[in-house]
């Protein structure tokens, strides 16, 4: 996968630096505008931990440049600086598969998640087909996206620290660890991925929907023989609504 990554970024390297020796229709046009959506996230922990989706909002700044209309294919590179939240959200289950009830409750179950705050900055190459200026397209997305944490906080109506009480509950799961460690690499890294519909007028602008997917190839935990956790990287699906208009055409 991070050969992978690498091999994205020099194809969108290519376009930018190649944006003078088209072979199709030159173009040069830059947009600006804004976005936000909605964020579903949890993390991929080795050993195993049982997850829900950890819901919530991103939104931010959106850029564009249209390079080129090949054939039919129109060529963008896009990019964006959001502020994210992200994280995970724990499914605290007994070995029969029952949520964990909080002992001297009737039905207050166990809750447990992490919100983890983020400047995420994914850069892509954007291919559209259908109507340029006026009109309607579809189009897909692919690049890399790099995102640094800014903050996090712990959501959960039980003690994290007290142990004893964990060993307590009959909970399936005996992974607790990350309950109470904090993010060690600030600095997050990945592959986005996104298809979506846009809607243009040349004096209204762009409005687009987008569905996306960004896989992380960095843990947020250390990964090292000595650390608990061999693995911990984020997967995010995003819905969103961006908007933008032609600053230069």
Same mark, same amino acid.
């Given at each position: &996968?991070?050969?992978?990554?690498?091999?994205?970024? =020099?194809?969108?390297? @290519?376009?930018?630096?190649?944006?003078?020796?088209?072979?199709?229709? $030159?173009?040069?046009?830059?947009?600006?505008?804004?976005?936000?959506?909605?964020? &579903? =996230?949890?993390? +991929?922990?080795?050993?195993?931990?049982? !997850? /829900?989706?950890?819901?919530?909002?991103?939104?931010?700044? +959106?850029?564009?440049?249209?390079?080129?209309?090949? @054939?039919?294919?129109?060529?963008?590179? #896009? #990019?964006?600086?959001? *502020? =994210?939240?992200?994280?995970?959200?724990?499914?605290?289950?007994? +070995?029969?598969? +029952? $949520?964990?009830?909080? !002992? /001297?409750?009737?039905?207050?179950?166990?809750?447990?998640?992490?919100?983890?705050? *983020?400047?995420?900055? $994914?850069? &892509?190459?954007?291919? #559209?087909?259908?109507?340029?200026?006026?009109?309607?397209?579809? @189009?897909?997305?692919?690049? $890399?996206?790099?995102?640094?944490?800014?903050?996090?906080?712990?959501?959960?109506?039980?003690?994290?620290?007290?142990?004893?009480? %964990?060993?307590?509950?009959?909970?399936?799961?005996?992974?607790?660890?990350?309950?109470?460690?904090?993010?060690?690499?600030?600095?997050?890294?990945?592959?986005? #991925?996104?298809?979506?519909?846009?809607?243009?007028?040349?004096?209204?602008?762009? @409005?687009?929907?987008?569905?996306? %997917?960004?896989?992380?190839?960095?843990?947020?935990?250390?990964?090292?023989?000595?650390? *608990?956790?061999?693995?911990?990287?984020?997967?995010?699906?995003?819905?969103?609504?961006? *908007?933008?208009?032609?600053?230069?055409?």
């Amino acid at each position: &996968m991070k050969k992978t990554f690498f091999i994205i970024i =020099s194809q969108i390297l @290519f376009c930018l630096t190649g944006a003078k020796a088209q072979v199709g229709e $030159p173009r040069s046009v830059f947009s600006i505008g804004g976005n936000a959506g909605y964020i &579903m =996230s949890n993390v +991929s922990f080795v050993p195993k931990v049982t !997850q /829900g989706y950890h819901g919530g909002y991103t939104g931010g700044l +959106s850029l564009r440049y249209t390079c080129e209309k090949y @054939f039919n294919t129109i060529c963008s590179v #896009a #990019a964006e600086v959001n *502020y =994210s939240q992200i994280g995970w959200k724990e499914k605290i289950l007994t +070995s029969d598969d +029952s $949520p964990v009830i909080i !002992q /001297g409750t009737d039905d207050v179950k166990m809750a447990y998640q992490r919100t983890i705050n *983020y400047v995420q900055v $994914p850069i &892509m190459a954007h291919l #559209a087909w259908g109507r340029e200026r006026k009109g309607a397209n579809g @189009f897909i997305n692919l690049g $890399p996206q790099f995102g640094v944490c800014l903050s996090e906080s712990t959501d959960a109506n039980f003690d994290i620290y007290d142990i004893e009480a %964990y060993q307590r509950f009959d909970r399936a799961s005996v992974t607790i660890a990350q309950d109470t460690m904090k993010v060690e690499n600030k600095f997050d890294y990945g592959i986005a #991925a996104g298809a979506g519909i846009e809607l243009s007028h040349p004096k209204i602008g762009h @409005f687009i929907l987008e569905g996306r %997917y960004y896989y992380g190839l960095g843990n947020i935990f250390g990964d090292t023989k000595r650390d *608990y956790f061999g693995r911990s990287n984020f997967g995010n699906i995003v819905i969103k609504a961006t *908007y933008l208009f032609d600053i230069t055409k």
